[in-house]
């Protein structure tokens, strides 16, 4: 079964202070990670998607790295707007011609000003 | 804005009645998928639909089933409903469901069951 750990829950952060989410992952035949970031009562916003192992991949003060078992989301100085729940998915074959994401449950960054 | 809309933003009803989500997907894309998120579980896939034929099925309940039409736009039917339905609904669509897709999420129907 394929299975998305992310650390830590909860993350309070100071204005410009940098940090590391993480994402680990049991999967096969992974086709693709996912990170996405949710606000509150809204739909999932896409960021990026890794394929391989060693791929990166920046969208501003966001870059987000792929190994064999885990992926990193870092934020570079962060601002109080990238408070949010950033969300981890594995995409892999589920059989049929079909593929499925599995979500990981997020974790939770509030930025203070 | 994802480009994928979803109706009614909220909804609030009793235990034992049935209610119909509905879902557009971006222009041009075939393939829709629901999902539930939870407090307690977070996002969990329901079903998936590719131009019109259900093509992979997760944790749905037998209580629930769902149809894509020929414009394509996709209906999740809940019934019987019970208080632990209570969650919010997403619907995402992408181009068309292989391997690389990227899945892109409307902004959610709040279901609340009293």
């Known amino acids: 079964e394929d299975q998305v750990t992310q650390s830590p829950e909860a993350l309070r952060l100071q204005e410009g202070e940098s940090s590391s989410l993480n994402c680990s992952y049991t999967v096969s035949g992974l086709r693709g990670l996912f990170w996405y970031r949710q606000d509150p009562g809204k739909g999932p916003e896409f960021l990026f998607t890794l394929y391989s192992a060693g791929e990166e991949k920046e969208k501003e003060r966001l870059k987000a790295t792929l190994t064999k078992k885990e992926s990193f989301l870092h934020i570079t100085a962060p601002k109080p707007e990238d408070s949010a729940t950033y969300l981890c998915a594995v995409q892999a074959y589920s059989g049929a011609g079909s593929y499925q994401l599995t979500f990981g449950k997020g974790t939770k960054l509030s930025v203070i000003p | 804005d994802s480009g994928v809309t979803q109706t009614p933003k909220h909804l609030i009803t009793a235990t034992g009645q049935r209610v119909t989500l509905r879902c557009s997907p971006r222009s041009g894309d075939l393939s829709v998928y629901w999902y539930q998120q939870s407090l307690d579980q977070g996002l969990q896939f329901l079903i998936q639909y590719y131009n019109g034929e259900e093509r992979a099925k997760g944790n749905i309940l037998e209580r629930f089933s769902a149809q894509q039409f020929p414009d394509l736009h996709s209906e999740l039917n809940l019934s019987s409903l019970e208080l632990g339905d209570s969650a919010l609904y997403f619907c995402?669509?992408?181009?068309?469901?292989?391997?690389?897709?990227?899945?892109?999420f409307g902004p959610g129907t709040r279901l609340t069951v009293l």
């Open positions: 995402a669509s992408s181009t068309g469901g292989g391997s690389t897709d990227t899945q892109y």
